[in-house]
């Protein structure tokens, strides 16, 4: 697949699926997770080859466009051609989402379906194990208390609700897997 | 509240038309028209390059220090929003050369992450560039969490200083720790008398009764320390500087580089009152005011108020805070 046609899949997505993740989102957040993502995926279809995370990152605007935006990055380089492992991409994107979000693993946020991604991936599995993992992640962001971010000061730190964040992180994968993608 | 803008989708970009048309030393980068650089570069292989990226509406900061002896671009955001790191990235590539760049952070969480994004992003592109983290605002975090703090108007300070060192040809590493070291010896307090308007949505920022100024306020108006009843400038002048003083004391003897920031409504006449009465109460503990700023610099649109930043100099930092520098707004710096 390409990284236009990867864009392309991701964009129709989001775009039925905006309304749930804005609802997940206002639980705990300010209720505009889809809108913002979708906002992003709109632009990035529009841009030009190799800058079409970057488009996404300037118009999703804010903290969670550009952490997101990393995210897409490592998988608009590996569809374009990398010496990197898709495992290696998604490392990085982990340790730069950590470092500037001054996230942990147990934060109730995208790194909690980031990670078991990660680690199906090193322990040789391929997309759609990635992709399972990562849900199992994403659903066990309903009993964490959030540590960071709007989710902290609502009725117990989010504990109860799905982390949008992570909920993303699962469509972004599996984009991938019904693609055909390994 | 009556706004001089043509409409808010334009008023960024119409802003920095008129900036680039009225300062011939600026001009608009070619990366993208959010980025400006001056317009006599130097070779960039051989000097570093500062810039910073901020968002807008705080005006004359960052675009207005723009040229020789100071910095060498600004990546303009929207209005109070951090611009995002894909154009910062695109600024730190249009002014990287192989003697690298210093990108200046004011520490607000979207200027972090934005920031932190593009220098990753920039390395991943073979670019040389470390991004220096600034704090001074005392009222953000307890003492001894100076780290956690945020930017306030004494990053001024870091600017200047770094600028006239970059201009002289002092290379990326010893530059980098000068600006830890200019950081590390300055702080700021302000005290907002009244809000500014949002160009966004006509609103005021805040709300203050009119006997209570507030201590200790952010530039986007962020909480502080608290409030604290209206009275004659004398009572809070000398509120701040004691608070200043206990959070890093300065001794008897010794000089300090005192900057009066005017947060966009407060007159000169206000703020020239306001650094007599600082460098007063300085005096009565045996310090010695030098090298004055005194003006409107980092502004919220017509908030009322001001800071105070206090920097005990090294001479190497005295002497560089001193240099000539020809930006659009930066001011002449006289020893005092």
């Known amino acids: 697949m390409t990284a236009r046609g990867y864009f392309e899949r991701l964009q129709a997505v989001f775009a039925s699926e905006k309304t749930r993740l804005d609802e997940l989102d206002a639980a705990i957040g300010d209720g505009d997770h889809g809108t913002t993502m979708l906002r992003g995926l709109n632009a990035a279809v529009k841009a030009d080859d190799g800058r079409q995370a970057k488009a996404f990152m300037r118009a999703s605007g804010g903290a969670s466009g550009t952490l997101f935006g990393l995210v897409l990055h490592e998988i608009e380089l590996h569809l374009i051609g990398s010496d990197m492992t898709p495992g290696a991409h998604l490392d990085r994107a982990i340790e730069r989402i950590k470092a500037l979000g001054k996230v942990e693993t147990g934060d109730k946020t995208m790194v909690d379906a980031l990670e078991p991604a990660a680690r199906a991936l090193e322990a040789g599995g391929g997309i759609n194990e990635a992709v399972a993992a990562a849900a199992q992640g994403r659903d066990a962001t309903r009993a964490m208390a959030a540590r960071s971010g709007r989710a902290r000061y609502v009725e117990n730190a989010g504990a109860g609700h799905i982390d949008p964040g992570a909920t993303s992180v699962c469509l972004i994968l599996q984009a991938l897997a019904d693609a055909g993608e390994q | 509240m009556k706004k001089l803008f043509n409409s808010q989708e334009t008023m960024v970009d119409d802003m920095i038309d008129g900036f680039v048309a009225a300062f011939p030393q600026v001009v608009r980068g070619n990366n ?24 807008s509406g705080h005006e004359p900061i960052a675009m207005g220090f723009i040229g020789e002896g100071l910095l060498d671009a600004n990546v303009v955001g929207d209005v109070f929003a951090a611009p995002s790191a894909d154009l910062i990235l695109d600024g730190i590539a249009e002014v990287n050369g192989a003697a ?16 932190g994004a593009a220098v990753m992003l920039a390395e991943e592109a073979g670019h040389r560039v470390k991004p220096l983290y600034m704090y001074d605002d005392i009222s953000s975090a307890p003492k001894g969490q100076e780290g956690e703090r945020r930017g306030a108007p004494g990053t001024m300070f870091i600017y200047k200083i770094l600028g006239a060192a970059a201009e002289e040809g002092t290379a990326l590493g010893p530059l980098y720790a000068l600006g830890e070291a200019v950081r590390d010896n300055t702080r700021t307090l302000a005290a907002a008398v009244s809000p500014g308007i949002s160009p966004l949505n006509g609103k005021a920022m805040f709300s203050l009764p009119d006997d209570e100024i507030y201590l200790g306020m952010g530039v986007h108006g962020e909480p502080g320390i608290g409030r604290a009843k209206y009275g004659p400038v004398s009572g809070l002048v000398e509120t701040i500087v004691e608070a200043l003083l206990e959070d890093r004391p300065i001794e008897a003897g010794d000089k300090v580089a005192v900057m009066i920031n005017g947060m966009g409504g407060t007159t000169l006449m206000e703020l020239l009152t306001i650094y007599g009465q600082t460098e007063k109460s300085l005096a009565a503990r045996g310090i010695k005011a030098i090298a004055p700023m005194v003006g409107t610099f980092v502004t919220t649109q017509e908030m009322g108020g001001f800071s105070i930043s206090l920097l005990t100099p090294t001479p190497e930092m005295l002497r560089y805070w001193c240099a000539p520098s020809d930006t659009p ?7 005092g």
């Not at chain 2, 993208?32 to 000097?47: C, G, L, Q, T």
């Open chain 2, 32 to 55: 993208d028209p959010r980025i400006v650089v001056r317009a006599k570069s130097k070779n960039r292989d051989e000097k570093v390059t500062l810039l910073i990226g901020n968002g």
């Open chain 2, 329 to 335: 707004h930066f001011p002449a710096i006289n020893m």
């Open chain 2, 100 to 115: 690298g760049s210093i990108l200046l952070v004011s520490q607000h969480s979207g200027d972090v992450i934005n920031g």
